[in-house]
């Protein structure tokens, strides 16, 4: 049976000449060096040290973040989070495209930001990105996967576990594997 399909997918034939990591060899590897050691082995309440640490590699930290040191950044200069925005334990964000959290935001532990796949068509697998964002006050509980182009709007909570392949209305609480809608966040009445 495996013999029929053999020749349409030849990984042999990869290339990712088309995609920009953004940034040269040595600084990719310096900041992944600078991750895991003095970023990840910081103490739980030194959030300005892995700010400034993650800032200088470029990512764009607002005021009163905090980042924990188990979190990883593929590549940070893609990376913006604004003013008082937590990022739990073991949040992966695999940057090979933008990801812009906004301002007041909470991304739980283990959750993975996903910003890359591959064309399923494709015989070569060719890389595919697509920009995230996670605008202002939203929420993203733990353990929840975020596909590649995904926008979260304003005030949204996507539930524990869930995986977000479409974006999520503002105000409104998702939930399951793909997330559906469950309810609205706050009522009108809270709005005003």
């Given at each position: 049976?495996?013999?029929?399909?053999?020749?349409?997918?030849?990984?042999?034939?990869?290339?990712?000449?088309?995609?920009?990591?953004?940034?040269?060899?040595?600084?990719?590897?310096?900041?992944?060096?600078?991750?895991?050691?003095?970023?990840?082995?910081?103490?739980?309440?030194?959030?300005?040290?892995?700010?400034?640490?993650?800032?200088?590699?470029?990512?764009?930290?607002?005021?009163?973040?905090?980042?924990?040191?188990?979190?990883?950044?593929?590549?940070?200069?893609?990376?913006?989070?604004?003013?008082?925005?937590?990022?739990?334990?073991?949040?992966?964000?695999?940057?090979?495209?933008?990801?812009?959290?906004?301002?007041?935001?909470?991304?739980?532990?283990?959750?993975?930001?996903?910003?890359?796949?591959?064309?399923?068509?494709?015989?070569?697998?060719?890389?595919?990105?697509?920009?995230?964002?996670?605008?202002?006050?939203?929420?993203v509980a733990s353990d929840v996967f975020v596909y590649p182009g995904v926008t979260i709007?304003?005030?949204a909570v996507v539930a524990a576990r869930s995986t977000v392949i479409k974006d999520i209305?503002?105000?409104?609480?998702?939930?399951?594997?793909?997330?559906?809608?469950?309810?609205?966040?706050?009522?009108?009445?809270?709005?005003?």
């Open positions: 049976m495996i013999t029929k399909f053999k020749n349409l997918v030849r990984l042999e034939e990869y290339n990712q000449d088309g995609y920009s990591k953004g940034n040269s060899s040595f600084v990719i590897l310096a900041w992944w060096f600078i991750q895991a050691t003095l970023f990840r082995f910081s103490l739980h309440n030194m959030y300005g040290w892995r700010n400034f640490l993650i800032g200088l590699f470029g990512a764009n930290i607002g005021q009163g973040v905090k980042i924990r040191s188990s979190a990883k950044f593929t590549y940070p200069w893609k990376v913006t989070i604004g003013d008082y925005s937590w990022i739990g334990d073991n949040v992966q964000f695999y940057s090979l495209d933008e990801i812009r959290i906004g301002a007041n935001c909470v991304v739980s532990q283990e959750s993975y930001l996903c910003t890359g796949s591959h064309n399923t068509k494709d015989p070569h697998f060719g890389l595919i990105t697509k920009p995230i964002v996670i605008k202002d006050g939203a929420w709007n304003e005030m209305p503002a105000n409104e609480v998702h939930a399951g594997s793909p997330a559906k809608y469950v309810k609205k966040r706050f009522e009108e009445d809270e709005l005003l």
